[in-house]
């Protein structure tokens, strides 16, 4: 058996590849600002005694992002997958911030 020279990979290929992790380093990135800010608004909350959940907020979210995604040509669903995902983990830390503040 022979071994077959490596395939090389194709200058557009390697572009794009690098678009992508521009965009990932952005995304990351924003992701991290995002966290800053819900951490004060569960600091907030905690302080002036609010549930850590606000379902009206979430649905107006959910409402806004779907037709974002709609005008960004982004799948809908995806985008509100992706909010509740971002919804639950800062709902999570806001119950951590408010058992630290009742504490």
Same mark, same amino acid.
Request: charged share 30%; hydrophobic share 45%.
């Given at each position: 058996?022979?071994?077959?020279?490596? /395939?090389?990979?194709?200058?557009?290929?390697?572009?794009?590849?690098?678009? /992508?992790?521009?965009?990932?380093?952005?995304?990351?990135?924003?992701?991290?600002?995002?966290?800053?800010?819900?951490?004060?608004?569960?600091?907030?909350?905690?302080?002036?005694?609010?549930?850590?959940?606000?379902?009206?907020?979430?649905?107006?979210?959910?409402?806004?992002?779907?037709?974002?995604?709609?005008?960004?040509?982004?799948?809908?669903?995806?985008?509100?997958?992706?909010?509740?995902?971002?919804?639950?983990?800062?709902?999570?830390?806001?119950?951590? /911030?408010?058992?630290?503040?009742?504490?």
């Amino acid at each position: 058996m022979t071994e077959s020279a490596p /395939i090389e990979t194709p200058a557009e290929l390697i572009e794009l590849r690098h678009s /992508i992790d521009n965009i990932d380093a952005a995304v990351i990135h924003l992701l991290a600002e995002r966290f800053k800010c819900t951490r004060k608004v569960g600091e907030l909350k905690a302080k002036l005694t609010m549930p850590p959940a606000d379902p009206m907020r979430e649905a107006q979210q959910i409402a806004r992002l779907r037709s974002l995604a709609v005008t960004a040509d982004l799948d809908p669903e995806f985008a509100e997958k992706f909010l509740n995902f971002l919804v639950k983990e800062v709902i999570r830390h806001h119950e951590i /911030i408010r058992e630290k503040h009742s504490a």
